[in-house]
C-alpha cells in the first residue's frame, strides 16, 4: 500500500499568489514524521519543512506552512506569495519511528510558477 | 562542511558493465540510504545501512549490492547494468531520529546504453 500519495502531478499558479499541494499518508505507527522537499530543474534535494506527529501547532518556515490534519492523515504545503523560484518539483515525505528512519517519498507535484 | 558527497555526478554504461557510485558524509551520521529516482517520479529506495557493518534491503535492490566497512562511506555497486538501471542515483545520511529529515547528496545520473 502506498505510503505517501499525492494526487496532483502538475500546477499552474500565477506569481504572488499562494499554492497549495496535497499530500496524504498512510501509518498505523503513532510516531512519525513529515517532511516537504524541492527538486529544482538542477535535481538537488531541497528540505522546506517538518511536522512531528504529536505537534500541536502547524509547522511553518517562511513562506511555507503545512496544513496538518491529523484525522484525514492529510499534511498539505501551502507556498504563500508565489516567485518565479519555487517552480520545481515538490515530494512529500513520511518517517516512521519503527521503520529504520526510512524516509518514503510521493511521487511529487510538479508547480509552475508563470508571471 | 562537506555534508553527504557522491561521485561521479554522471556516467554512460554499456549494458553488462559495472560500477560503483561512491557516497561519503563527515556529519559522522549512522544512518545512510540509496534511492534512485526515475524520470517524473519520487525516490525508491534501494538499500539502507544503520551503521557500519549493517546493511538492509529496501523496495529495489535487484541488480544492486551495498557495503558499509565505515561510518563514512556507503558505496553502490551495480553489477551486469541493465537500460533498466537508468535513473538518477541520491545517497543520503541521517541521525536516527523521526524528526530529522535526510542529509542528501547532489546525486549521480546514469544512462545505461
Known amino acids: 500500500a502506498q505510503k505517501i500519495t499525492q494526487t496532483q502531478p502538475g500546477m499552474f499558479v500565477q506569481e504572488k499568489e499562494a499554492v497549495t499541494l496535497d499530500c496524504t499518508y498512510d501509518?498505523?505507527?503513532?510516531?512519525?514524521?513529515l517532511f516537504w522537499y524541492k527538486q529544482p530543474s538542477s535535481g538537488e534535494m531541497i528540505f522546506l519543512i517538518y511536522?512531528?506527529?504529536?505537534?500541536?501547532q502547524n509547522a511553518t518556515e517562511g513562506r511555507y506552512s503545512l496544513n496538518f490534519q491529523k484525522a484525514r492523515k492529510s499534511a498539505n504545503l501551502v507556498i504563500s506569495a508565489s516567485q518565479l523560484g519555487d517552480s520545481a518539483m515538490y515530494f512529500c515525505?513520511?518517517?516512521?519511528?519503527?521503520?529504520?528512519?526510512?524516509?518514503?517519498f510521493g511521487a511529487g507535484t510538479t508547480v509552475t510558477v508563470r508571471a | 562542511n562537506a555534508g553527504v558527497t557522491q561521485t561521479p555526478k554522471f556516467r554512460i554504461l554499456k549494458i553488462g558493465q559495472s560500477m560503483t557510485l561512491q557516497c561519503t558524509q563527515d556529519?559522522?551520521?549512522?544512518?545512510m540510504y540509496w534511492y534512485r529516482q526515475d524520470p517524473g517520479m519520487g525516490l525508491k529506495l534501494i538499500y539502507y545501512?544503520?551503521?557500519?557493518?549493517?546493511?538492509d534491503k529496501g523496495e529495489v535492490p535487484n541488480g544492486y549490492n551495498v557495503s558499509r566497512s565505515t561510518t563514512e562511506d556507503f558505496p553502490l555497486r551495480l553489477e551486469l547494468a541493465a537500460p533498466s538501471q537508468t535513473s538518477v542515483y541520491f545517497c543520503?545520511?541521517?541521525?536516527?531520529?523521526?524528526?530529522?529529515?535526510?542529509?542528501f547528496g547532489s546525486g549521480t545520473r546514469l544512462t545505461v546504453v
Open positions: 543520503a545520511s541521517s541521525y536516527d531520529s523521526k524528526s530529522y529529515g535526510y542529509t
Open positions: 501509518t498505523s505507527d503513532p510516531s512519525y514524521g
Open positions: 511536522q512531528g506527529s504529536y505537534d500541536q
Open positions: 515525505a513520511m518517517r516512521e519511528g519503527h521503520s529504520d528512519y526510512k524516509l518514503s
Open positions: 556529519m559522522n551520521h549512522n544512518y
Open positions: 545501512s544503520v551503521g557500519a557493518g549493517i546493511t
